[in-house]
């Protein structure tokens, strides 16, 4: 089965995540490792890497995985945006080595015009600097597979399994699948045909041995409609039906599965998505 979780907060310190996964039932997490809105924060203190390890080890909630800040675009044909982009990069990737985390999610970029082509090469070439600063280090990048919205990168199989092979050091990639995102990029996940076919596609182009965590969240927009709008389990385009194969699927056993869904401050709705979820695992 899945190891189900959610994204929760780090509001008050990098270890409260813990404690908000804890409370609504997390088996796995996935937090920010700084603030997502800004582009550098101060460096990580000793204190607050033993206060996060110690909530972990507490907690028993692993694996964590973090996400890279939206802010980031490796695909940018403007130099400053790039220079700034893989530095950003860089420095998350060594707070997730700091802290233990072993994954740590990016969404690939966006081309902005220049053409999928270059805009996959820049990332390539974006990632292998990332690898070259980060020798040795065992936290790995997860390029999360996007809902091709724009001129976002990642909306095809084909174009992730592109930057796994012309990554340097490309070895040290995985995969993240979102369920909304690949849904609305066109890939079918609501029957058991459809379901199939993905994830036929999925083996076929990049590799299952590639995936390593899944976002699970319902869609507000219909089948290839390219559109980025999470909705709660069973209440959006996808349905349960839309999880439910992916649910019993035995090659995803052991991977987390993260919610990615609106919240208040009570964390009602991760219960309820998260409790959804089990009902879905329990049914035969």
């Not at 890279?68 to 990737?93: G, K, M």
């Not at 390029?143 to 199989?157: D, I, K, N, S």
């Not at 849904?183 to 083996?203: C, I, K, N, S, V």
């Not at 035995?250 to 401050?265: M, N, S, V």
Request: hydrophobic content about 40%; some cysteine; aromatic content about 6%.
């Amino acid at each position: 089965m899945l190891r189900l979780g959610a994204h929760e907060s780090i509001a008050g310190g990098l270890h409260r995540a813990f404690e908000r996964a804890q409370e609504v039932g997390c088996e796995a997490v996935q937090i920010w490792v700084k603030n997502s809105r800004q582009w550098s924060a101060p460096p990580l203190t000793e204190e607050e890497i033993a206060r996060f390890r110690a909530a972990q080890a507490e907690t028993g909630i692993t694996p964590v995985v973090a996400h890279a800040a939206y802010l980031i675009n490796i695909a940018s044909p403007r130099a400053v945006l790039y220079r700034r982009s893989v530095a950003a990069l860089t420095d998350e990737v060594e707070r997730c080595e700091a802290l233990g985390v072993p994954y740590l999610v990016l969404h690939p970029g966006a081309h902005t015009g220049s053409g999928m082509e270059a805009g996959v090469r820049r990332a390539a070439a974006a990632l292998g600097e990332v690898h070259a600063a980060t020798p040795g280090y065992r936290t790995q990048i997860l390029l999360e597979g996007t809902a091709g919205q724009g001129t976002v990168l990642g909306g095809r199989f084909e174009e992730l399994a592109q930057l796994l092979a012309l990554t340097p050091q490309g070895e040290r990639l995985g995969i993240c699948l979102d369920t909304c995102h690949a849904f609305t990029a066109g890939y079918e996940l609501r029957t058991a045909e459809g379901y199939a076919a993905t994830m036929a596609d999925f083996a076929a182009t990049i590799g299952l041995s590639w995936l390593k965590v899944l976002h699970l969240n319902d869609s507000r927009h219909p089948l290839g409609s390219h559109k980025d709008r999470h909705a709660h389990i069973g209440e959006g385009e996808l349905g349960l039906e839309g999880f439910r194969h992916l649910l019993h699927d035995p090659r995803l056993a052991g991977l987390p599965g993260l919610l990615e869904t609106p919240k208040g401050p009570d964390l009602a709705e991760d219960r309820k998505n998260l409790a959804t979820l089990r009902a879905l695992q329990r049914a035969t």
